[in-house]
């Protein structure tokens, strides 16, 4: 008899904590494996790896620049004018004013990259913020937030970007403030239709019930299962905001001259393409490579990322 209490005791004392401890631990191993799965799938994707190791080139290239050229970006001359490539000290040519190529197309990426991530950036944060508190919340919060993104919807992307570029006048930063108008709308709803999916789940509800602050819920419950999704959608954002931004200069509505920028390039080298085709292609090939890698990485994100799609 006196055993009893003993053990009813001892089995009161040490279940609980043996309980919380079971209900700890394998969130955190399971959020661990997750993560070191993802990463171990995207070693193995010898298309994702090599497409990003390509960026990082072309971006180490925008940054380091003014070391990897002996030129000036802004320096020509006429007698150097429409060089074609391979010649010496020109290995790409040279452009109509006679300024070396590489050099350009290095200065140029960096404004090229800049239109071309920072928009998304803008948009990420903005319409992130937005698709999230509409999905989560619902009723009329969802209602006059979707209803006033689908206005966006009513034009093209490219339109819509060249008409607040012809209201606000041309520029970098106007261009960069088109592009971020252009991609809040689709960042909103992709980012509420995960969330709204999210938040039906069965422990979103627990959490509700507990007593969880809303604060909490998205912080902890909403974001840490959205973020995936939504990062890999923005990330093919990416490619799209750079042709999109290479189109805006190629129209004058972008980077204005001498800036170097890839788009501006294109539009300086139209008439070069019958002396000097290469030359005039270099731009247009460099806006291809680059929205291209960042698209294929998009892809090899989500596919390392989407369980079902690695059973």
């Not at 070191?36 to 925008?62: E, H, N, Q, Y």
């Not at 507990?210 to 998205?218: E, H, L």
């Amino acid at each position: 008899m006196t055993n009893v209490p003993a053990y009813a005791e001892a089995k009161g004392s040490q279940a609980p904590a043996a309980s919380a401890e079971v209900r700890k631990q394998p969130a955190v191993e399971v959020g661990q494996s997750y993560w070191r799965t993802v990463w171990g799938r995207l070693k193995r994707d010898k298309v994702t790896m090599t497409v990003t190791f390509i960026l990082l080139l072309i971006i180490l290239m925008a940054i380091f620049a003014p070391y990897v050229t002996a030129y000036d970006p802004y320096a020509g001359g006429i007698m150097r004018r429409l060089k074609p490539v391979g010649t010496p000290g020109h290995w790409l040519g040279t452009d109509e004013t006679g300024r070396d190529m590489w050099t350009r197309i290095a200065y140029g990426a960096r404004l090229s990259l800049l239109t071309g991530i920072l928009p998304v950036g803008v948009a990420l944060a903005v319409g992130g913020l937005l698709g999230v508190v509409a999905g989560y919340a619902g009723g009329i919060v969802n209602t006059l937030i979707m209803r006033t993104m689908d206005v966006f919807y009513a034009f093209p992307s490219i339109l819509l970007a060249i008409a607040i570029c012809g209201m606000l006048g041309s520029g970098i930063t106007n261009a960069i403030l088109a592009l971020s108008i252009v991609f809040i709308p689709p960042m909103v709803r992709i980012s509420e239709s995960v969330t709204t999916q999210v938040r039906t789940l069965d422990f979103v509800d627990a959490a509700r019930a507990s007593g969880t602050t809303t604060s909490q819920i998205i912080r902890h419950h909403i974001l840490n299962n959205v973020v995936g999704t939504i990062l890999v959608y923005a990330t093919s954002l990416i490619s799209i905001s750079i042709v999109l931004s290479a189109g805006l200069s190629f129209l004058g509505l972008g980077a204005k001259p001498p800036q170097a920028e890839w788009g501006l390039m294109l539009t300086s080298l139209r008439q070069a393409i019958y002396v000097q085709p290469l030359v005039a292609a270099i731009p247009g090939f460099m806006i291809f490579i680059t929205s291209m890698c960042f698209n294929l990485m998009s892809d090899g994100f989500r596919g390392a990322m989407d369980i079902k799609l690695n059973k």
